[in-house]
Nanobody, 130 residues
């Protein structure tokens, strides 16, 4: 059974760091596009970052550029999201998702289209507060 499991969330003070993990089972992440999304209380879910395993393209939403880093460990079948200089507005439930049909010709804006993703994790809570 294909599954994504996020971990690494928690409570952190502003300016702190967390590293989220997204572990896949039942399928290999290699060949997929992997996105991180988040949903703050009372707000719609939004795209945070994306990595294409086929060609290495990486995308970030503007609000996290320079602070967050996405990476993949193919041996561990896991994608990571390193989050530094965290702000209260980064608070939310973070989800990872896998797009099995992402290709080298898929245009950048498509990573934000949630309908593209075949598998979603259950989410991990990130709270940034003093």
């Amino acid at each position: 059974q294909e599954q994504l499991v996020e971990s690494g969330g928690g409570l952190v003070q502003p300016g702190g760091s967390l590293r989220l993990s997204c572990a896949a089972s039942g399928f290999t992440l290699d060949g997929s596009g992997i996105g991180w999304f988040r949903q703050a209380p009372g707000k719609e879910r939004e795209g945070v970052s994306f990595i294409s395993t086929r060609d290495g393209r990486i995308f970030y939403t503007d609000s996290v550029k320079g602070r967050f880093t996405i990476s993949i460990d193919n041996a561990q079948n896991t994608v990571y999201l390193q989050m530094n200089s965290l702000k209260p507005e980064d608070t939310g439930v973070y989800y990872c998702a896998a797009d099995r049909s992402w290709g080298v010709t898929t245009i950048e804006p498509m990573w934000l289209q949630e309908w593209r993703y075949d598998y979603w994790g259950q989410g991990t809570q990130v709270t940034v507060s003093s």
